[in-house]
């Protein structure tokens, strides 16, 4: 793109939201590149109207950056993991550019490759089980499958349970293979507006296994988290598990679903407490180095 006018811009759409490091841009080397510019972010997440619904084709851009008195022919915006956890959108606004003045590339740095899509073209599977002591059925794989389709399509367990003791529910990842892992994400509706819920769990762990069984037969898992969702999780709609690389081919997550302690300490709330966490997932994602 050539700075022939006084300004002009160029949205580009990577085609699904990336978990991104860095967002660089690098100008022709045979002009002094344009002085002065914006660099605008979106996740993909619609504007709203005065009475809170989507508008069809607008953006909102969390994240804005102008760049002043620009020398150089190469700049980098650097982004973090927490507080900008994807990048669908990309947006240029040249505010002053010097005849010649061109933007020869975008690049998007990702964090890496996520492990958990193709699952079906690379042998492995996702289950998710509500109430496993109780009466849990496990949804069928087709129906898992938004938790690991690239797509962000929102999973989530609408079913209301109130019973006299905890429910546990859980989610299990098979990756097909062996990978060295060393982060899961769990992305939830982070595209639902400010007040809604976007993280829709409370307490939980996460567990890996690299398959290897018990002398029980059953599998062995090393919990990499257990505790409590955050405020910062609640608000930004993403949990970033970082952990030592360990070999991984099964990744769990197993949280309360129902909190019975929560319900009879709930004076007054109502038919339906607020102690049922619905698990609500666009993405269970991912990540390590290495190959299979």
């Avoid at 510019?37 to 508008?55: K, M, R, Y």
């Avoid at 851009?61 to 994807?86: M, T």
């Avoid at 769990?201 to 296994?209: G, I, K, P, Q």
């Avoid at 909190?259 to 007054?268: K, N, S």
């Amino acid at each position: 793109m050539a700075g022939d006018l006084d300004d002009w811009w160029i949205e580009i759409d990577l085609g699904r939201a990336v978990a991104a490091r860095r967002v660089a841009l690098t100008f022709l080397e045979s002009a002094p590149p344009c002085a002065l510019f914006d660099v605008l972010l979106s996740t993909g997440e619609l504007a709203i109207d005065v009475v809170g619904n989507p508008i069809e084709g607008s953006l909102v851009y969390r994240v804005k950056e102008r760049f002043k008195e620009n020398e150089r022919q190469q700049i980098a915006l650097d982004l973090d993991l927490v507080r900008d956890p994807f990048v669908q959108f990309i947006r240029v606004e040249m505010l002053d550019c010097g005849a010649g003045a061109a933007l020869a590339e975008v690049e998007v740095e990702a964090i890496g490759d996520n492990l958990s899509l193709d699952l079906a073209a690379k042998g492995g599977d996702l289950e998710i089980i509500v109430d496993i002591d109780g009466f849990g059925d496990a949804a069928s794989f087709a129906n898992s499958l938004p938790l690991a389709d690239g797509r962000f399509s929102l999973w989530t367990e609408n079913r209301r349970i109130n019973r006299p003791v905890d429910v546990i529910s859980r989610m299990t990842l098979d990756l097909g293979a062996v990978y060295w892992v060393d982060l899961v994400r769990i992305v939830g509706n982070f595209l639902s507006r400010p007040g809604q819920f976007r993280f829709n769990f409370d307490r939980y762990e996460v567990l890996t296994s690299d398959g290897s069984l018990a002398p029980n037969g059953t599998r062995i898992w090393h919990r990499q988290f257990a505790g409590k969702a955050t405020t910062s999780n609640r608000q930004l709609g993403i949990a970033n598990h970082h952990f030592a690389p360990i070999e991984t081919r099964y990744v769990r997550v197993e949280w309360v679903f129902w909190d019975a302690a929560c319900a009879a300490a709930c004076v007054g709330c109502g038919i339906v407490p607020p102690c049922q966490f619905w698990g609500g997932t666009r993405e269970l994602q991912v990540f390590g180095e290495g190959y299979p």
